[in-house]
């Protein structure tokens, strides 16, 4: 195997070894962040599991909020 292949193939295989572990990690941290959020009791809302930065609002309550 020329030395070239040999590069190549360790750069590859880590890269796939990075790809793994931050797949793992994210899933593991989402698991975590569910978990706590069914621990609280909180719904389950797309606003209150994500909120982005630009979305975030001194509008937006956690737990139960009654209308009106």
């Known amino acids: ?11 590859a295989a880590v890269a796939v070894a ?3 572990v931050y797949a793992a990690s994210r899933h593991k ?3 975590r962040m569910l978990s706590e959020i069914s621990d609280e009791g909180y719904e ?5 599991l994500y909120p982005t930065k630009e979305k975030r609002s001194s509008k937006l ?4 909020v009654l209308p009106g």
């Open 44 to 48: 389950t809302a797309h606003d209150v």
């Open 61 to 64: 309550k956690y737990g139960p």
């Open 1 to 11: 195997m020329k030395t070239r292949n040999k590069i190549i193939f360790a750069t």
């Open 29 to 31: 941290k989402t698991k």
């Open 18 to 20: 990075g790809l793994l």
